[in-house]
């Protein structure tokens, strides 16, 4: 499996903005789907958005849209979110995956990295 760090993460107020960023490090991410992830405390994950990384088209979440975008620097082989105008809500832990195309399901996970927004 494809190694995935995230990092980037950290304690922010209540409309500063901040990039997160995805790495493989093993190989590179062409020919997936790359997907950000949140899962905050005592909720379900949540899907934020997806890259198709050989494409470059993006899907933005409903729930984020207008605030997060998704960007990628393929001579860094990395994957981005930036968030804007962040939000108590926005707390949780963020996760970068990956999955084919073919495949339905992301089956290649980051550990996570912490963001934590205060009033």
């Known amino acids: 499996q494809e190694g995935l760090v995230e990092s980037g993460g950290g304690t922010v107020q209540v409309g500063d903005s901040l990039r997160l960023s995805c790495v493989a490090s093993l190989r590179t991410f062409s020919g997936y789907v790359m997907g950000w992830f949140r899962q905050a405390p005592g909720k379900e994950r949540e899907f934020l958005g997806a890259?198709?990384?050989?494409?470059?088209?993006?899907k933005i979440a409903d729930s984020v849209k207008g605030r997060f975008t998704i960007s990628k620097d393929p001579t860094k082989n990395r994957m981005y979110l930036q968030m804007n105008s962040l939000a108590i809500e926005d707390t949780g832990v963020y996760y970068c995956?990956?999955?084919?195309?073919?495949?339905?399901?992301?089956?290649?996970w980051g550990q996570g990295t912490q963001v934590t927004v205060t009033s």
């Open positions: 890259l198709t990384w050989r494409l470059g088209s993006t």
């Open positions: 995956a990956a999955r084919r195309p073919t495949d339905t399901e992301y089956n290649n």
